[in-house]
């Protein structure tokens, strides 16, 4: 069974309104997580990495604060899309590590109107 | 950085068919990992092999990690084989993250 959950699957949201994924780890504490994006067609791209009880990392040209990342347990880690456009439309994906294998949520497709 | 290429780019096969999938990485790594994206988008781990060889089932992966290069081996292939085969690395001792190759799409026909 999956070992990191990812909620919602799916998501639609109107311009201009705010939208939270959650990434859990359900067998296994993760002190950090990492948050994905993946356009079409094409690679998993880092967004940032969520680090328990402090702030997230980004990634050169993610806006940190348009893309918040909270990681308040050890188990829950949360992205939220503030302020989403259409442009923000996308496949985003967040994995933890248990000792040397990564393991991956089920993905969350955003879709904003 | 790490750089992780793939190939082929993309692939077709007849169902029953076998395939190699090849990863070449720039530097040495500590884990290296196989996915597999089914239509659906999710990632499922397919194979943790930092070095030598893993089976499971009609699957299975090679890393040479002098050689720089991983190869995973799909036998008899099934059309729920479709989808997109990813390599990624684990690039913290050169202060990246896991830095994902641009996959090989595969498509199996029925």
């Known amino acids: 069974g999956a070992v990191v959950s990812q909620h919602p699957s799916w998501v639609i949201c109107k311009s201009g309104t705010s939208v939270k994924i959650e990434c859990r780890s359900l067998?296994?504490?993760?002190?950090?997580m990492f948050w994905y994006r993946q356009f079409p067609k094409q690679s998993l791209m880092l967004m940032a990495t969520s680090n328990e009880g402090s702030k997230a990392t980004y990634e050169q040209g993610v806006e940190k604060d348009k893309f918040l990342i909270n990681h308040a347990s050890l188990t829950l880690s949360t992205l939220t899309v503030t302020s989403a456009h259409p442009e923000d439309s996308s496949f985003y994906i967040c994995?933890?590590?248990?000792?040397?294998?990564?393991?991956f949520g089920e993905g969350s497709w955003l879709t904003v109107v | 950085g790490i750089q992780v290429e793939q190939s082929p780019p993309d692939l077709i096969l007849q169902e029953g068919a076998n395939s190699t999938l090849r990863c070449n990485f720039s530097?040495?790594?500590?884990?290296l990992q196989w996915f597999h994206q089914n239509p659906w988008g999710q990632l499922i781990n397919l194979f943790y092999i930092p070095s030598g060889t893993k089976q499971n089932g009609r699957l299975s992966a090679t890393t040479v990690a002098t050689e720089r290069y991983s190869l995973l081996y799909i036998s008899s292939s099934q059309t729920t084989d479709s989808g997109v085969y990813f390599c990624a690395v684990d690039g913290s001792n050169y202060g990246q993250n896991f830095v994902f190759g641009p996959g090989t799409r595969l498509s199996v026909l029925p």
């Open positions: 067998d296994f504490q993760a002190t950090t």
């Open positions: 530097d040495s790594v500590n884990n």
């Open positions: 994995s933890a590590r248990d000792l040397n294998t990564i393991y």
